[in-house]
């Protein structure tokens, strides 16, 4: 779990995530390539339906594996009015089974489900009338029906049988399964082996072709948790959605995809299933197969599944165009968060000529380390910890975006002042040629690194298609980026970055502001989970068939490195360690440096610069070059090098375009042995680090890992240890470089070199470079054994949140010294209980049963040091009145568990799920071999994986019985909780955990508020 997370990479995986939407765009036309043709041009070869459905394939013999994407052109843009919410609903209910697999009979089933669906309807015009104080509603009634509705439940309960579409995936061995629904698409995918291929045909066509919507409300309670948690849950949502409707006034892409919360409390099944037939057509869907396949087979399978589905007309989207914007608009976000500021400018949909510029001046101005908001506004005047921009090119429109956190005392006015400054200077003077390169790059980059990604080719390939109507689109657009001139880029500026078109939110830091709704309320109509005995009892007709696919696949051959085989192991003189093989898949070097060594060996007075260490290591410039020339030059090669020092291992992570590898390799040597450690860079670090640690306090899911971190660790001198304000003020470059010098040497360093070289020139190279250099002073490694910490009860640190946030953990007595046949155990163990997603007792109970969260995991950490305690934990996020039922769901899990109540089917699943997904630990070589010298340096056998595996194969229900009857002690269990309680759970965790609430300032420390 990560400690702490910047600023920047807060933004970047916002943005990405409620932003940045996958869409179609009009016909673009050809364009003469400005640049030669990319190396490594990809084989896509397309297949067509008569139906109208179009399916890429490329062929890659990587790894024995495939990814399988479809993508549907609709979305949230075409929801109807008053129904917002419906497209990525529907998403959701897209895999909850089909007339065949799901349900013993589907012909008893469909009167039930109607029955429900006019129960539901009912109740919530009912639910509806309880806000109107002409006609107030019957309480009498309103109990009635949901009477009702839990006998037709429970009648309905005896035909289906529940998640039998994950199941399936689970045990072919599926990962990445998922969807996602943006204003222009929706997108369905997931990786599976390559002899499941089939497998994949068979289901997607059933659930295409003949889908049936059960549990759609317990689901759609999921939705309302799931705006909860990316919406509701944190300034940063509410503000980008306020963003949206300031750009947006008329135009659709101003509703949430997500919905609203009022239009997705009516929505309704009948909703669901009319968006379905108007819009999920083949005609409309755009299929893309990447990996070890043939293009034959492909096309096989794809007209026995998929010839027979009907295609049908789809009807023009009737877009409202946006009316042009007179002035400036602005909104405020009050909200319990530090502040941040979000400017926002439509701009010119997918395609559009002047998309391609607007582009590049997103990189220029804040999309790159090396950015003009980052060097003035961050690193100059400090007076932002981070400024992010970025370009979002859709269907029918366009936004220009930029993101900001202010730093210390600023003001959002003199924040907002600066970034208009400098989007003025490129108005007035332009950017020069050094900078549009840069931003240039960006996109080799990009193309270059999905080259060893089966699903990252599948997304660019099918988003490619759907924009286009043609792959070469992906070589088009970077074409067009290659044409754009620094004319080109600062007329852009000018023509849409204009004052009376900017749209402003300010977050204003409001304690209190951040709660529920008004007078939300918890659905409890619906049924709960069953006894782990009855997992695997029953199963559909349409089961049992793809089970028999699945189960009857040719074996796979898997490849697995092997030292001395296909991997160099090479001991240099210089005492440098080195793993290395070649892979001349795509024109790449990547390498990881790794030291043994690290904090646990320094006294806890001198931890303070361990916080910023690899902060400055990694942007601190050379003896050369300053901080600003450094990342200026590290991205003009395309180079990407960062360093991590941890507390019993340091590391470096270094990425190289193979035509610039020589200087890049060069350039970050020098950044590693020759290290400026600027002192204005280490202030600005300072700063960036002091405003994140204000803002722990600001995301709930954080804020319950700090309490319960505090729980654990409280008296731990080191464990428990948090550097202070006054600390990090103090921190010098001196200190910095003491951590360096300590740590840091060629005798204790281990590499793992894969890419596009020669082995014998890359060893001389690095013989050449590390022979010189000194040697580490300190390569212990202290792994702190102890005992495990035990105290249970219910621990709470208050604050106003939509979701409260709540994590369980358990510390165990097991570490690596178990046999064998342990370990594989527990990993089927913590699989059964959260560890699989879907297919996992605590997601089908808290998600599909009852509706209480968008998601939850289960963690077992089993296999530590001699000495150093396991963990078994849990975590989710939850509206405000369900967090005491909630938490008794997890436990009565865990209990469960704990009584060996594990039945033989739900351990044939993982098993059959574990053993297919082995195959995904080598779909990268250069993660292969990293793995190797992992294993190495953890003191492992090399081929620890594939004995694991074997024990895997081998673990019987009476395995994970005495696992869970020997580790889960729920009573043990603290229970962490960041949000605020109703009066009742209040009692009632009192009652049965003995609530302790604690102190802000007691658990969120050193003196930063």
Not at 466 to 493: I, K, N, P, S, W
Not at 622 to 631: G, S
């Amino acid at each position: 779990m990560i400690r702490s997370q910047s600023a920047r990479a807060r933004v970047l995986l916002l943005t990405s995530c409620l932003l940045v939407a996958v869409s179609t765009a009009t016909e673009l036309a050809a364009v003469e390539p400005a640049a030669a043709p990319p190396a490594h041009k990809l084989d896509v070869q397309e297949i067509r339906l008569e139906n109208g459905l179009r399916i890429f394939v490329l062929e890659r013999t990587a790894s024995p594996t495939f990814a399988g994407y479809y993508q549907f052109g609709v979305g949230g843009a075409a929801d109807p009015r008053g129904r917002s919410g419906i497209a990525h609903l529907l998403e959701h209910m897209m895999f909850k089974g089909t007339s065949r697999v799901g349900t013993l009979d589907a012909v008893a089933e469909q009167p039930l489900l109607e029955r429900l669906s006019a129960l539901w309807h009912e109740l919530d015009r009912e639910l509806d009338r309880a806000e109107d104080p002409f006609q107030p509603a019957d309480p009498g009634k309103i109990e009635a029906l949901k009477q009702q509705i839990e006998q037709v439940a429970a009648e309905h309960k005896k035909l289906i049988v529940k998640n039998e579409f994950d199941e399936l995936m689970t045990r072919a061995g599926g990962v990445s399964e998922n969807a996602s629904t943006s204003n222009d698409t929706t997108n369905y995918f997931i990786q599976l082996p390559s002899n499941q291929l089939e497998t994949w045909f068979r289901l997607e066509s059933d659930r295409l072709l003949n889908p049936v919507f059960r549990e759609f409300w317990s689901e759609r309670d999921v939705v309302h948790e799931e705006r909860r948690t990316s919406t509701e849950n944190q300034a940063e949502g509410l503000a980008y959605e306020a963003l949206e409707r300031l750009i947006y006034l008329a135009h659709p892409y101003g509703n949430p995809v997500v919905g609203w919360p009022r239009d997705v409390a009516r929505l309704e099944a009948q909703d669901a299933l009319a968006y379905f037939r108007t819009y999920y057509s083949p005609s409309n869907c755009t299929m893309v197969i990447v990996g070890d396949v043939k293009r034959a087979e492909v096309e096989r399978l794809a007209k026995l599944y998929f010839a027979s589905w009907p295609r049908q007309e789809i009807p023009p989207l009737d877009i409202t165009a946006e009316p042009e914007q007179k002035g400036e608009r602005r909104a405020v976000v009050e909200f319990d968060a530090e502040p941040s500021l979000f400017l926002g400018w439509i701009t010119v949909p997918k395609g559009h000529p002047d998309h391609y510029a607007l582009d590049l001046l997103s990189r220029i101005l804040g999309g790159l380390f090396s950015s003009r908001l980052d060097r003035t506004i961050v690193q100059e005047e400090r007076l932002a910890s981070s400024v992010s921009t970025f370009h979002d090119a859709r269907k029918s429109s366009g936004a220009f975006v930029v993101s900001a956190y202010v730093q210390g005392d600023h003001e959002l006015a003199e924040l907002e002042a600066a970034v208009v400054r400098e989007i003025k200077k490129i108005q007035d003077g332009g950017v020069t040629a050094d900078e549009l390169e840069r931003a240039k790059i960006r996109t080799e980059i990009g193309r270059v690194r999905s080259l060893k990604a089966n699903l990252g080719q599948a997304f660019r390939i099918g988003n490619a298609a759907a924009a286009a109507d043609r792959v070469d689109y992906l070589y088009e657009y970077e074409a067009r980026l290659a044409a754009v001139t620094a004319a080109d880029v600062q007329a852009a500026a000018r023509e849409y970055l204009s004052s009376t078109g900017k749209c402003a939110v300010e977050v204003r830091k409001t304690p209190g502001a951040s709660g529920a709704p008004a007078g939300e309320q918890v659905a409890d109509a619906h049924h709960r989970g069953g006894e782990g005995g009855e997992r695997g009892a029953r199963h559909s007709k349409g089961f049992e068939e793809a089970l028999a696919l699945i189960t009857g696949a040719k074996p796979l051959v898997l490849r697995i490195p092997e030292i001395g085989k296909d991997v160099d192991r090479v001991v240099l003189e210089s005492g440098v360690t080195v793993f290395l093989k070649e892979d001349h898949s795509a024109p790449t070097v990547e390498m990881e440096f790794a030291w043994l060594g690290g904090s646990n060996t320094t006294p806890i007075a001198r931890l303070a610069p361990f916080e910023l260490a690899s902060g400055l290591l990694t942007e601190g410039g050379t003896d050369e070059l300053d901080p600003i020339a450094y990342e200026e030059r590290k991205e003009q090669l395309g180079l990407s090098f960062s360093l991590e020092v941890g507390d019993t291992e340091s590391s470096a992570s270094f990425w190289s375009l193979r035509r610039n590898f020589d200087e890049s390799f060069a350039l970050a040597m020098d950044g590693l042995m020759r290290p400026r450690l600027d002192a204005e860079r280490l202030e600005t670090l300072k700063g960036q680090h002091i405003d994140d640690m204000r803002r722990r306090y600001d995301y709930p899911g954080y804020g319950a890992y700090l309490v319960q971190n505090h729980v654990l660790y409280r008296d731990h001198p080191r464990l428990g240890y948090e550097a202070s304000k006054k600390e990090i003020e103090a921190v010098t470059p001196d200190a910095i470089r003491e951590v360096w010098r300590r740590y840091l040497g060629r005798d204790n360093l281990s590499i793992t070199a894969v890419g596009d070289f020669d082995k014998q020139e890359i060893l001389g190279l690095i013989e050449r470079t590390f022979a010189g250099w000194r040697k580490a002073e300190d390569k212990k490694r202290d792994f702190l054994p102890r005992d495990p910490v035990v105290r249970p009860g219910a621990y709470l640190v208050e604050k106003e949140v939509s979701a409260p946030a709540v994590s369980l953990i358990q510390q165990i007595k097991v570490d690596r010294r178990a046999p064998l046949e342990d370990h594989a155990a527990l990993e089927i163990l913590n699989d059964i209980l959260g560890g699989s997603g879907f297919r996992s007792r605590l997601m089908e109970r808290l998600r599909s049963d009852e509706g209480l969260t968008y998601g939850v995991y289960s963690y077992l950490l089993h296999d530590g040091r001699p000495g150093v305690p396991g963990e078994v934990g849990a975590g989710y996020e939850t509206k405000k009145v369900s967090v005491a039922r909630s938490i008794a769901s997890v436990v009565d899990e865990f209990q469960k568990l704990a009584r060996g109540k594990v039945s033989a089917a739900e351990v044939t699943e993982q098993i059959d799920g574990w053993r297919n997904r082995f195959v995904f630990r080598f779909t990268n070589d250069f993660f292969s071999v990293r793995r190797l010298m992992q294993n190495e340096l953890d003191d492992r056998p090399y081929d620890y994986d594939r004995r694991l595996l074997d024990a895997i194969q081998k673990v019987t229900p009476a395995d994970v019985e005495r696992m869970a009857k020997r580790y889960l002690k729920p009573d043990s269990l603290s229970i962490s909780v960041f949000g605020l309680l109703t009066d009742e759970d209040r009692k009632t965790l009192t009652e049965r955990y003995g609530l302790k609430v604690l102190p802000r300032a007691e658990v969120f420390r050193g003196g930063y508020d």
